[in-house]
């Protein structure tokens, strides 16, 4: 598809040599980076994922990115993706999920030193 073709060529220029990339989506990009991880594995170091756009199917997915180190990002209060969702994550080995109690559908400023940490 488009987008995992957009992708695909990013990482090929921004890393040339050994084709890897630390890749953060929010929402909808959250949902089509999981698909592209899933199909593209060793082009994919890290995930970032903010309220990830997943329903329940997504499980199988999450399985064959699970292991790749994923950070997860979500408020408890997200009313476009429900909280709940983060569920289908637990089973993750390494996953480090950052919460907040508030902040809607957004990624907020208590998510970005969890981010630094985990991408460094």
């Known amino acids: 598809n488009d987008?995992?073709?957009?992708?695909?060529?990013?990482?090929?220029?921004?890393s040339p040599k050994d084709k890897k990339a630390v890749l953060m989506g929010k929402s909808w990009s959250g949902k089509e980076l999981l698909d592209f991880a899933a199909s593209h594995k060793?082009?994919?170091e890290k995930l970032v994922l903010?309220?990830?756009a997943v329903t329940m199917g997504a499980k199988e997915v999450i399985v064959r990115v699970s292991s790749i180190p994923i950070c997860l990002c979500w408020a408890e209060d997200d009313?476009?993706?429900s909280?709940?969702?983060a569920d289908l994550f637990k089973d993750v080995p390494?996953?480090?999920l950052?919460?907040?109690k508030t902040g809607g559908h957004f990624?907020?400023?208590?998510?970005?030193?969890?981010?630094?940490?985990f991408i460094a």
């Open 50 to 52: 903010v309220a990830p």
């Open 98 to 100: 950052v919460t907040a």
């Open 3 to 14: 987008f995992s073709r957009i992708v695909v060529s990013l990482i090929e220029h921004a």
């Open 107 to 117: 990624v907020l400023p208590a998510f970005a030193q969890p981010i630094v940490d």
């Open 42 to 44: 060793s082009m994919v």
């Open 94 to 96: 390494g996953l480090k």
């Open 83 to 85: 909280f709940r969702t």
């Open 79 to 81: 009313h476009m993706v």
